[in-house]
């Protein structure tokens, strides 16, 4: 991709689709081999819920920004 820069809004309900979206691409961002990891690693991304979720319900993934470059 020539320096464009990805908007993705994910829409959901409850936060089971964007917890199990954002789990596949923390595995993607870590692995420079994974055929998407160049579009994610400069991607805009907006979750949007209509129930909104606390911050614990995706305490098993990393917050963006730690430990990345």
Known sequence: MDNQKINLTILGCAGGVVK??????DKSFEDVNDPI???ISSMNLHLVDQNQ?????YGCLKKVGSSRS
């Open 37 to 39: 990891h160049t579009f």
């Open 20 to 25: 199990s979206i954002l789990s596949l691409f």
């Open 53 to 57: 979720k606390k911050m614990e319900y």
